[in-house]
C-alpha cells in the first residue's frame, strides 16, 4: 500500500531496513564528495532499492514533532537554525524548510536526529549578563599589550565599544558579547600582544595582566586579583616588556622595570651586553646592578 504524502498521513507500519543517514562523520549530507561520503550514499541507496523490492515504503514520518522542537529550540532558547542544523548534523536547508513547514514528510532518521538535539546551557545569546568579567578580561589583555585597536577587528566591533566595555560603562552586556570576549581570552591570555602603548596606559591605570585572575574568579564582582585586598596596587614590572628590551627592542621601560632588567640581565649577558640593549651608559648598569632590588615589588610574567 503506497502512503498519501500529501495529505501528511503516517505510512503503514511496516518493518524496514533501518536506512544510514548518508553522511560520514565529516560532513553533514554527502554532497560534500569525499569518499566516505559517497560510500554511506550508495548504502542509503542500496537500502531503498531493495527494501522497495520486498514491498517495504520508505521509512518517512509526519514532521510535525520536529517542526515543533525546532520552533522550541529557536524561540525559547535562543538558538539559531543554523545552530540547531549543526547539532543535528542535517543540511542547513533541511531545518530551514522544516521550520517553514514546506516538508510534507522527512526521513526517521532525520526526525530522530533533530528531536535529539538539547538546548545550549548557559544564557541565551541575546540575554543581558553582568559586564564585571568581561572588562576584567580586556583590562587584562590590554596589560599584557593588546589595545583596542587590535581586539576590535577580532571581535568584529568597533574600537570604541571595546574601549566602552574595558571601561564597564556599562553594568551589563550581551550574553553573546560576553561570550566571544571569553573564547578571545583565552586564546590570548597566554600571548604577549605588539601594543607597548597599550601595555603602559593599562599599568599607569592599575589593570592587572590575566595571571592576577583565576578562572572561577574573574567574573565574581566581589574577587579580588591575587586573592586579597588592594594586592592590585603594589608596583608592578612588566616581565614582558623587560625581554623585549633586553633582546634589543626599543621598549620604554619604567625606572623599576629598568632596575629589574639590569639584574635579570648582568649574570646572563655581562654589563656591556645590557648596557647596549636599554641603551644606558656601562656605570649606570653597574650602579644599578650594585642596588638590591625593592622587596615590595610584584613581578608579571605575562
Not at 541507496?45 to 510535525?64: C, F, I, M
Not at 640581565?265 to 640593549?277: E, K, L, Q
Request: hydrophobic share 35%; charged share 20%.
Amino acid at each position: 500500500m503506497t502512503a498519501c504524502l500529501g495529505c501528511h498521513r503516517q505510512p503503514p507500519p511496516t518493518p524496514a531496513s533501518p536506512v544510514p543517514r548518508g553522511s560520514c562523520p565529516d560532513h553533514p549530507k554527502f554532497a560534500a564528495g569525499c569518499p566516505p561520503c559517497r560510500k554511506a550514499g550508495n548504502n542509503r541507496t542500496r537500502t531503498r532499492v531493495r527494501d522497495r523490492a520486498y514491498g517495504r515504503p520508505d521509512p518517512v514520518v509526519n514532521p510535525a514533532d520536529a517542526h515543533d522542537h525546532v520552533t522550541h529550540l529557536r524561540d525559547q532558547h535562543g538558538m539559531s537554525q543554523r545552530q540547531i542544523a549543526d547539532a543535528a548534523r542535517v543540511g542547513h536547508c533541511t531545518i530551514n524548510r522544516i521550520a517553514a513547514g514546506n516538508s510534507p514528510y522527512i526521513w526517521a532518521t532525520t526526525a530522530a536526529a533533530i528531536l535529539a538535539v538539547r538546548p545550549a546551557a548557559g544564557p541565551r545569546p541575546h540575554d543581558s549578563v553582568d559586564s564585571t568579567g568581561t572588562a576584567r578580561r580586556l583590562q587584562a589583555l590590554a596589560a599584557v599589550g593588546w589595545g583596542a585597536g587590535r581586539l576590535a577587528p577580532m571581535l568584529g566591533i568597533a574600537d570604541r565599544y571595546v574601549q566602552s566595555y574595558r571601561r564597564r560603562e556599562r553594568p551589563a552586556i550581551l550574553a553573546k558579547t560576553a561570550a566571544a570576549v571569553a573564547e578571545l581570552y583565552a586564546r590570548l591570555e597566554g600571548t604577549a600582544g605588539p601594543d607597548t602603548q597599550a601595555r603602559r596606559s593599562a599599568l599607569a591605570r592599575g589593570w592587572v595582566p590575566p595571571l592576577a585572575w583565576d578562572d572561577g574568579t574573574i567574573d565574581d564582582p566581589d574577587a579580588q586579583p591575587w586573592g586579597g585586598q588592594g594586592a592590585d596596587t603594589a608596583p608592578v614590572v612588566d616581565e614582558v616588556a623587560i625581554r623585549r628590551a633586553l633582546s634589543g627592542e626599543r621598549i620604554k621601560l619604567t625606572r623599576l622595570e629598568r632596575h629589574h632588567a639590569v639584574h635579570h640581565g648582568v649574570p646572563r649577558y655581562g654589563v656591556n651586553a645590557v648596557a647596549a640593549a636599554l641603551r644606558m651608559s656601562g656605570s649606570t648598569v653597574g650602579d644599578l646592578y650594585r642596588r638590591p632590588l625593592p622587596a615590595s615589588t610584584e613581578e608579571v610574567a605575562a
